[in-house]
């Protein structure tokens, strides 16, 4: 395949083919030199979603010339309507997401083709508050490893950690109430339906949560030795044939591969993806869907391969493909082959996409295989004292989540105490030795983490079953937990129903 078709790995930046001499000064270098000998001074400016300034504009540099606009101007009389608009939509993101979002952009400023980095921090210092900083830097003609430009915009680990984990709580309270208030009503109490509505809404809002975990590769909850054509079947079967009568979907599975280690609703989410990306890129729907997989030659992963004969992408389309909200299709999408690409990065694997226009698309996803020397399962004896012990230690910060909890567990009989933090816990816990069956810990907490404390839990009262729950992961939080000692898992936000199983679960072990 010739470059200029569209190879790209997770990264987004292009898989070269065959050998480059290291040694040898690339046809770049002497643009390069002399276009890093020009200053570069970065730009500035105060802006919000509608491409208005907030504060003056006043450069003189080499790239952009002398540029004065007042505050109220707008972006396209510096920058043209292709350039302003392309800014636009990323302030828009940013705002949305109060993220901090970096780039690249190509634009023409004074007739001149230039490439842009561009780093956008919400609240600037707009009256209105709802305005970002745009900080503006040429790079024209400088190498990556010179302009330090990202190969694709990238969104900062805090917003997985900030919005996930404090959304995530909120949810939980959402979701576990709803589920109270449907167990309370009779089944055909008028009610139910609203009861429903709300569900549902939830359900949607925390399918956005993972969406962005998946993207910034933080959804990777409880990884374990799967199969991987089960999850492909899944993943197929969830696709709602009916919208796509004139496509013709074929899946060319390998049952004999050997497991992956994998979460496995994660991989799920993936594959629906992109088998959702390849339908939507057939002309009037028409044309074919293949799910492949194999077993790769040359490095120990399984390939899980999407191809379809649709149209392919253009130039413009791929360099753009893995950022946030980028879509060319309808408005509110474009989260699909960003997540894709965090799952893969969650996953210690890789993605790569081959298109060109008129020849369609293949995309690859790459997953390693299972450490088949990973020591056993050990099954622990069932407890045979929840008579004696039936105390549940609720610990979380957030007391929207212990109050759902307390009243859930209250109402299937386990008597409940809550604490906010682990000295607390520590103190509650000692206190109720004798009848203490199981606690449930979130894995942030203000003075500790849910390992360290569950590990101090188990010290203090030999045989207490420990859940750790989190709204949010960083590629390691269920092992992390399991390192701690702890007897389960439970990722928010969750249902009422989910919340009991999980502790009738860790009972049981």
Avoid at 221 to 232: D, F
Avoid at 320 to 327: G, K
Avoid at 332 to 337: E, K, P, T
Avoid at 451 to 466: A, F, I, T, Y
Wanted: with cysteine; proline share 6%.
């Amino acid at each position: 395949m010739q470059r200029g078709e569209g190879d790209f790995d997770a990264t987004g930046r292009g898989v070269p083919e065959g050998e480059v001499d290291s040694t040898a000064q690339p046809s770049w270098w002497g643009a390069a030199k002399a276009a890093h000998s020009e200053p570069r001074t970065p730009v500035s400016v105060v802006v919000d979603a509608d491409g208005t300034l907030h504060a003056p504009l006043r450069a003189n540099t080499v790239w952009t010339g002398s540029v004065c606009l007042p505050a109220g101007a707008s972006l396209s009389h510096w920058l043209g309507e292709k350039t302003a608009s392309l800014l636009k939509e990323r302030v828009a993101a940013a705002l949305s997401l109060s993220a901090h979002l970096q780039g690249g952009i190509d634009a023409e400023i004074g007739g001149v083709r230039r490439r842009l980095v561009v780093s956008i921090m919400p609240d600037g210092e707009g009256e209105s508050g709802r305005c970002c900083t745009v900080i503006l830097r040429d790079v024209t003609g400088l190498p990556v490893s010179v302009s330090g430009e990202r190969p694709a915009w990238h969104m900062t680990q805090a917003l997985a950690a900030g919005i996930a984990h404090r959304f995530n709580n909120l949810l939980v309270a959402i979701t576990g109430n709803a589920g109270l208030l449907r167990m309370a009503l009779p089944l055909d109490h008028p009610d139910q339906a609203a009861i429903e509505d709300m569900d549902q809404s939830a359900r949607e809002m925390a399918k956005l949560t993972q969406y962005l975990l998946a993207f910034a590769g933080e959804g990777r909850y409880a990884p374990r030795p799967v199969a991987v054509h089960r999850l492909i079947e899944r993943a197929v079967g969830a696709v709602e044939k009916r919208a796509w009568p004139d496509a013709d979907m074929v899946c060319e599975l390998d049952p004999d591969l050997p497991p992956i280690e994998a979460d496995p609703a994660q991989i799920e989410q993936a594959v629906f993806n992109l088998v959702l990306n390849a339908l939507e890129a057939l002309p009037g729907g028409k044309g074919r869907v293949v799910v492949r997989t194999t077993r790769s030659a040359d490095e120990p992963v399984v390939v899980v391969a999407v191809v379809d004969d649709g149209a392919g992408m253009a130039e413009d389309v791929r360099a753009r493909m893995y950022e946030p909200f980028f879509t060319t299709r309808a408005a509110g999408r474009g989260l699909g082959l960003s997540a894709v690409q965090g799952i893969a990065r969650g996953h210690r694997g890789s993605l790569r996409v081959r298109s060109a226009p008129g020849q369609g698309t293949t995309v690859e996803l790459r997953l390693p295989l299972a450490q088949t020397d990973s020591p056993p399962t050990v099954v622990r004896e069932q407890a045979s004292r929840a008579e004696v012990r039936n105390t549940v230690l609720v610990i979380d910060d957030d007391p929207g989540t212990v109050r759902v909890m307390q009243r859930t567990l209250r109402a299937k009989g386990y008597d409940v105490i809550s604490a906010q933090d682990g000295e607390s816990a520590l103190r509650a816990a000692e206190r109720s030795r004798e009848r203490l069956l199981a606690c449930i810990a979130d894995m942030a907490l203000p003075d500790t983490t849910g390992d360290v404390l569950c590990k101090q839990l188990k010290e203090l009262v030999p045989g207490v079953r420990v859940l750790v729950c989190s709204g949010y992961s960083d590629d390691g939080t269920a092992q992390q937990a399991s390192s701690g000692g702890a007897d389960g898992f439970l990722a928010k936000p969750f249902h009422s129903e989910e919340l009991v199983q999980a502790v009738k679960r860790v009972l049981t072990r």
